[in-house]
């Protein structure tokens, strides 16, 4: 009886080579929802951490958002009224770092454009259907050329030479959050997890023995498109048309807005980046959004990217070549152009 | 055939069906979790059509699973963006809706994504 | 000249005939198309099983080692993940077998064939099965696969044991190799 157990064991041990699932949290911060995936990590750790990189984000967030009350808000308003402000050294940074993404994304990554996102309307985390712009309004703020370049930074002031221009980092605020969390994590002790804030992702580390799988969604249906095995330390940021916009009168306004145009980006519907930091990611995931079907590849180019896909309005793929061998389709007969850099 | 053959095969025949149901319950999108604020308040059974109603910051969130795929049908956001997400199937894959505070995530057993790229 | 005189005993005879059989086999199945990808019949495995009958589990270590060594060099599998396979098959089912003979204090826990054969394409199968998943995909997808070709271990265990047991029944226990 004894040997028929041990026969048993024998066998059951064969066939169930046990796997320890990650553990995975979620909350809301930054106007989006914030997914948090840890292995090897005990579920009350898993908790601990949790919290931690929630205070942290709602520490930025107090921080950056750009028109409530907070260190950026006020910095707007004093800009605003034409005023020298007192910038904290966190933001002194995420100026300094945005102002050289926008040279050399030429400007279409322009964190300059918050007047632009509040006449959009696109500053509240619930815009409503309310009709957008009038085209005078946007052309009169058009006229004032908002950019980075009329932001002067002299030690912990910044002067403006423009009271039009309010800064608003949009999403590259949430991939430099990313990039804070995952360097909290980091401190404490963390090797292996995902900080996911909505679609602003870095992964470090592996599932064990298995690389990190992350699912990019298809733009054009509900359901994945593709996945990406992520190992080491990456980020992977998709920018999409269909993440937050509103309808009027039948047409589809999104929110990330053509600083050329002064209305939102035509052209492609996702771009998918992948880059250490997920700050650079996502301010080139916009910049790439923006650029279009014609200006991408330059623009990756002088954002010193590598791997990169675009989808564009009519759901035509195309990708750099280091990121063809990164992207595994879901389904292995989807079209897609590889373009070289 | 032995005594003993017949229990090997008996032993082994039930383990292999045992596997069965330990594998091949959990495919793809087995379970519909509903979570308010972060936390799951339902795990809703994604092969049983059915609808559920969630109160959220706003008001009431409707779900509705149908063949295996779930999506909001009605939400008192005023944006509806949750709604026009349209639905789910797949493991990993979400939909949420901010004003309100809810969100859905499909998940299994032994979920394929470990993050989605939105 | 140094010469080094190799004595051939019958017993290594016995067990390079069995094994060439062996090879044999392996390479005419791996010739058909399979149904199914990674189910096979694994008839080889009826010299594996019929010589652990025979002449003990040593002779068989031999024979199921020949057997993957030699089939796959004429196969052209050698070294190839097909190659690792077999092997981790091979072993795995060896140990099997070993442990068998150990619970049975050498006299496989009074099983026939039958029993025997199943627990041993059970362990075979597992066996690749365990590689496959640590060596080449540890994707969650192939867990799927596993019940199926469980099922079919289990049976073309009880067809090959059934196979082994008719020939242990039919020969006397030298002339295996020409009554095949």
């Not at chain 1, 070549?321 to 152009?337: G, H, I, L, Y």
């Not at chain 3, 068989?60 to 097909?82: E, H, I, K, Q």
Request: hydrophobic share 50%.
């Amino acid at each position: 009886m004894m040997r028929g157990a041990l026969l048993f064991l024998v066998l059951w041990m064969l066939s169930g080579c046990g796997d320890d699932a990650p553990q995975r949290e979620e909350f809301y911060a930054m106007g989006t929802v914030i997914n948090l995936s840890f292995y090897g990590v005990t579920p009350e750790r898993s908790k601990q951490l949790s919290e931690q990189v929630q205070q942290e984000f709602k520490r930025l967030h107090a921080q950056w958002q750009p028109w409530q009350n907070g260190e950026l808000a006020d910095i707007n308003r004093a800009l605003a009224a034409g005023q020298a402000a007192s910038v904290s050294p966190a933001i002194q940074q995420l100026i300094e770092q945005s102002a050289v993404l926008s040279d050399r994304s030429d400007g279409l990554f322009n964190p300059a454009i918050g007047s632009l996102v509040k006449l959009w309307g696109f500053h509240q985390d619930v815009r409503g259907d309310v009709p957008p712009p009038s085209l005078e309004s946007i052309q009169l703020l058009l006229q004032q050329n908002l950019s980075m370049h009329q932001l002067h930074l002299q030690g912990d002031q910044l002067r403006s030479d423009n009271p039009a221009l309010q800064l608003d980092f949009g999403g590259f605020a949430k991939g430099v959050a990313v990039d804070a969390a995952i360097a909290k994590l980091r401190a404490a002790g963390v090797k292996d997890a995902i900080v996911n804030a909505g679609g602003d992702l870095r992964a470090i580390g592996s599932k064990g023995k298995q690389a990190w799988t992350i699912g990019v969604r298809d733009p054009r249906s509900p359901g994945v498109l593709a996945s990406i095995a992520v190992r080491g330390d990456e980020s992977v940021v998709t920018s999409g048309d269909y993440e937050r916009f509103f309808e009027y009168q039948g047409q589809r306004y999104h929110h990330i807005l053509d600083p050329r145009s002064g209305y939102p980006a035509k052209g492609l519907t996702s771009v998918t980046v992948m880059y250490p930091q997920a700050s650079v990611a996502d301010a080139a995931a916009t910049a790439l959004l923006v650029a279009g079907p014609n200006d991408w590849l330059r623009i990756a180019k002088q954002l010193g990217l590598q791997q990169v896909m675009v989808i564009d309005s009519q759901g035509r793929i195309f990708l750099t070549p280091a990121m063809q061998s990164r992207v595994e389709f879901v389904n292995a007969k989807t079209a897609v152009t590889v373009v070289s850099l | 055939m032995t005594k003993g053959d017949r229990v090997v095969i008996a032993v082994v025949t039930l383990l292999v069906a045992l596997l069965y149901g330990l594998l091949w319950n959990r495919g793809e999108g087995q379970w519909l979790e509903v979570a308010r604020g972060g936390e799951v308040v339902a795990r809703l059974d994604l092969t049983q059509n059915q609808e559920f109603h969630v109160r959220g910051l706003l008001g009431e969130s409707v779900i509705q699973i149908r063949d295996g795929n779930a999506a909001f049908v009605d939400s008192p956001c005023p944006e509806k963006l949750c709604v026009r997400t349209g639905h789910l199937h797949h493991a990993g894959e979400t939909s949420v809706c901010l004003p309100n505070g809810i969100s859905l995530r499909v998940v299994a057993e032994n979920t394929v994504y470990d993050a989605m790229n939105f | 000249m140094a010469t080094t005189q190799v004595t051939v005993s019958a017993e290594d005879w016995r067990i390079a005939q069995l094994a060439a059989l062996g090879i044999a086999i392996h390479v005419l199945e791996g010739a058909f198309p399979s149904l199914l990808p990674g189910v096979k019949p694994g008839l080889a495995n009826v010299i594996t099983l019929t010589v652990c009958f025979l002449y003990g589990w040593k002779a068989a270590v031999w024979v199921s080692m020949l057997r993957v060594l030699g089939g796959s060099l004429l196969a052209g599998t050698f070294m190839t993940p097909t190659f690792f396979l077999s092997l981790g098959g091979a072993v795995a089912m060896l140990m099997a077998m070993a442990l068998l003979l150990w619970l049975g204090r050498g006299r496989f826990a009074g099983l026939t064939p039958i029993g025997v054969g199943v627990l041993a394409a059970v362990a075979h199968m597992l066996g690749q099965f365990v590689l496959a998943w640590a060596l080449f995909v540890p994707h969650p997808a192939l867990l799927g696969l596993l019940p199926v070709l469980l099922t079919a271990a289990l049976v073309f265990g009880i067809i090959n044991g059934w196979i082994c047991h008719y020939l242990l029944k039919r020969l006397k226990t030298d002339d295996v190799v020409t009554a095949l």
